[in-house]
């Protein structure tokens, strides 16, 4: 299974052997299925898995084959992805009486973090886990994706760059926005649980 037979693979797609492409499934599923487990809701990351398919399917034409096909496919599916975020995005407030006990005492751990090393540190605990759904909840789409793979999955700019099909100075430009973003939503809902 190598770059060139997934090159013969998608030449013989193209001509018209459509069934073909159910070869390129099996072989890479679990590969798009794994990406779009980090980056979507786990109970949609099939559909998200599946609507990368159709459209690396779409989009064989535009395969280079200079390139690995699954880095190919990697950043289609790291696009469906971000495309889910974005439909599905819309700006809420969070509820802070949805939150945990043990989410609260988290918020109050990190309202009393003097410094950027003990927030860190603090965001690392179990219970942060629910504090940070709610803050990404609050992010559009495009910043949601870029915290998710710089900050929190540990791509580098240009790795990010090339999964989003953006270029790197977007990506660092908008990695650190939305870090900022990322700061100011969890400081308003620590400022909410102060304020109870």
């Not at 779009?36 to 084959?65: C, K, M, N, W």
């Not at 200079?66 to 819309?90: D, K, N, P």
């Not at 709610?134 to 949601?144: P, T, V």
Request: charged share 30%; hydrophobic share 45%.
């Amino acid at each position: 299974m190598g770059p060139g037979e997934d090159s013969e693979i998608v030449h013989r797609v193209v001509a018209g052997d459509v069934n073909a492409f159910e070869i390129l499934v099996k072989r890479y599923r679990g590969l798009v299925f794994g990406i779009a487990l980090r980056y979507v809701p786990a109970d949609r990351a099939e559909d998200v898995a599946q609507e990368a398919f159709i459209a690396a399917f779409r989009s064989l034409g535009t395969f280079s084959h200079a390139s690995l096909f699954r880095h190919w496919l990697s950043g289609i599916t790291v696009r469906c992805c971000y495309g889910f975020w974005r439909q599905h995005y819309r700006r809420k407030e969070q509820i802070l009486s949805s939150l945990s006990e043990d989410s609260k005492d988290w918020l109050d751990d990190v309202l009393s973090a003097a410094s950027s090393d003990a927030f860190e540190r603090e965001v690392a605990r179990k219970e942060a886990g629910e504090i940070l759904g709610h803050a990404l909840g609050q992010l559009s789409a495009k910043d949601r994706m870029v915290v998710a793979m710089v900050h929190l999955e540990g791509l580098s700019m240009n790795e990010a760059a090339a999964r989003l099909g953006w270029s790197s100075m977007a990506v660092k430009v908008r990695a650190h926005r939305s870090r900022q973003k990322l700061r100011r939503v969890i400081t308003r809902l620590l400022q909410a649980n102060r304020d109870r």
